[in-house]
């Protein structure tokens, strides 16, 4: 378990006159409350078109990666500034990054394999941005939703003690789910956490496991939430930053001196967020309206669809110039022209007012001179062999649900291949194939690869797949369709200190690179598809304004937290 981050000096304070100044360039000392209505307001008219928005707006801007981030970010940028010449650089032959969905075949109807990203959640600000995404791409008749009634919303297990442990979904569930191994000393611990000592106020940073152990006990943390973290992030909760993951937990043991009291006090969000709730809720409310009851939701082709429709509208409707198979090899920022270089794209015009880097933080880091910005190389990433299995029988897995995570506490001898979870997809989106059978999706890997000698073949993948789900599932029948996709590098893990990393990025990217070296995608703010749109549209917002920025502004100054039923 990794040593707590002490403050070394406190958080550069982020007055009103600088909240106010990061959305439209003015100034005021007004208290927050009284900004609020006129700042939403403003918002609700609709943000693109503020006039201060558009007072200087950049001539060219080079989008790095073709993945989901950088697709969004082009297609917004084109609509925040349409006038902006926009070029869209990826190395590999194809767009879409890690989302990748493949259309099996076979002669009794199609099936889909999913490489990465499966299904998404509407119901969170990040969740209705991309809805709002989803809705100007005209894919409300690709949706497949399934309702929060569904086994799928409902049922999620924990493999522990040598069997999946259902977790609780409602009052009735958590009197029984008390009755299982892996929730043992549940009940003490959680009515203790209120009366817990908080972390000594010099504590800036902590691992989720010290932070969860300290608040709920040894016992949840190991074999509860370790298993969550295993599903999100692939990662070890020893390593992983409390205040990155759990950010407004940590603030309320802070605040409020314990995680239940903020709970039961004044429900809190970010300024920012209530401002982005207000306005993209009312433009996608159709789309929310019709979702209403949904836990989650995909496409018929796939999640895929997205990006396949994305570069569709990129390259046709907002006359993007994207170009693949381009290899960037560096990026140099010159003083005078208050432009960066794009090295290794072979064009005439490779210098940019804006350069937008969606490549992870380690790999944008290696494109820029020697001791530009040290604190990017510090985030690195996990590897995950995704295994994809079809089965001709129904109901094989002999449970009903979305599908069941692995804790680190499990033994070797009861996970020896170092499984992270199992993923239920038959139920999870029961739509998406043509024939019928059980489909699942075994991840593998993970932090448990970190000091790996060699990292498994594919053909081992399927093999080492197999055996977990005949261990823990006693399938022994051979599927009939497999695929393993090895995912290298691509779960960015925040470490201890991930926040005060990203404010010395913020202030080296402004000092040497002018602040025209934009960062977005899965290594700062969220791993997760909607975290990536989100990035995406806030890099664009800020860009299309002209003004210098990192998109880490929101880790270098403090933040503005208001009540969540502040109209």
Known sequence: ????????????????????????????????????????????????????????????????????????????????????????????????????????????????????????????????ITLNLVSHLSLQSQILSVPKSSPAAKNRYIYFDKRLNELPSSIQGVLKALQLPVLKGAIPSVLTEIFRRKRAKDVEDESVESFLTRRLGANLTNNLASAVFHGVYAGDIANLSADALLHTLYRNERVYGSITRGILGVQEMLLEEKLLEGVYGSRTAPLLNRLKTTSIYSFKGGMETLTKRMEEAVREECDVTV????????????????????LGYDSPHNSFDFVISTFPAWSTASLLPPETSNALFETRGVTVMVVNLFYDKPNMTGYSGFGYLIPKSVPLEQNPHRALGVIFDSDAMPEQDERQGTKVTVM??????????????????????????????GITEEPVETMASLQADCIPQYGVGHAGRLR?????????????????????????????????????????????????????FEEVWIPKDMP
Not at 328 to 341: A, C, F, I, K, W
Not at 444 to 470: C, F, Q, T, Y
Not at 505 to 534: F, I, P, Q
Request: proline share 6%; aromatic share 6%.
């Open 323 to 342: 170009k693949t198979g381009v290899k960037v090899d560096g990026l140099r920022y010159n003083h005078e022209t208050s432009e960066v270089e794009v």
């Open 504 to 556: 010395q990025a913020h202030e080296d990217l402004m000092d040497k690179m002018g602040g025209k070296l934009v960062l977005a995608g899965s290594s700062y703010g969220g791993v997760g598809l909607n975290d990536c749109v989100r990035s995406a549209r806030d890099a664009a917002f800020g860009v299309a304004a002209g003004r210098p920025m990192t998109n880490l502004e929101r880790w270098a």
């Open 1 to 128: 378990m990794k040593p707590p981050i002490l403050r070394r000096k406190p958080f550069r304070l982020h007055h009103v006159q600088n909240v106010t100044r990061s959305f439209w360039g003015r100034k005021g000392d007004e208290p927050v409350e009284s900004l609020i209505p006129q700042i939403s307001e403003e918002w609700h008219r609709g943000v693109e078109q503020h006039p201060d928005l558009h007072r200087d707006p950049p001539k060219s801007v080079a989008i790095l990666g073709a993945g989901v981030t950088g697709l969004t970010a082009a297609y917004q940028l084109s609509h925040f500034s349409p006038e902006t010449s926009i070029t869209l650089l990826e190395a590999s032959p194809r767009t879409g990054g890690w989302i990748r969905s493949l259309k099996i075949p076979t002669s009794k109807g199609s099936i889909t394999f999913e490489t990465g990203p499966r299904t998404l959640r509407p119901w969170t600000v990040n969740g209705i």
């Open 444 to 473: 593998l890997g993970g932090h448990w690869w970190d000091n790996a000698i060699s990292i498994p073949s594919e053909d081992d993948g399927v093999r080492m797949a197999k055996e977990v789900l005949r261990q823990h599932l």
